[in-house]
């Protein structure tokens, strides 16, 4: 299961978009995210350019030498691929369903309240 952001790096540049990465799961656990286990759990960053590439290299290395966590990064650095856009009933699944669905309760909707507090200055008003 995997993310594609398309942004404009003349408004938000690849760090910043790293950070938010970073920020809303464990980068030190193959193959796992919480109770979700299988390779498509795996910490992976799909790049699109030899600078998206760099960056997040040294993003892990940064982050590596600063010990944040108490395990080594695992997080692949890949070349993207085909990237298979999910069946309709998963898009927008947290904003239709919400709280009404126990796991997005209890795992989906704190990560998304510490996203919000995180990055608040950066949130579309409106």
């Known amino acids: ?8 790096p003349t408004v938000l540049d690849a760090e910043h ?53 108490a395990n080594p990064i695992v997080t692949e650095v890949v070349p993207a691929s085909t990237f298979w856009q999910a ?3 998963h898009q927008e699944y947290f904003a239709r369903v919400g709280s009404q669905n126990p796991y997005c309760s209890f795992v989906v909707e704190p990560k998304v309240a510490k996203f919000r507090k995180a990055f608040t200055d950066r949130l579309k008003k409106g």
């Open 1 to 8: 299961e995997a993310v594609l952001v398309a942004y404009d």
């Open 17 to 69: 978009i790293l950070k938010a990465f970073w920020e809303n799961h464990d980068p030190t656990t193959a193959n796992r995210q919480g109770n979700d286990v299988g390779t498509q759990y795996r910490s992976a960053i799909f790049f699109h350019s030899p600078e998206q590439e760099r960056a997040a290299r040294e993003v892990i290395a940064r982050l590596s030498a600063e010990k944040l966590w």
């Open 87 to 89: 069946e309709d009933y």
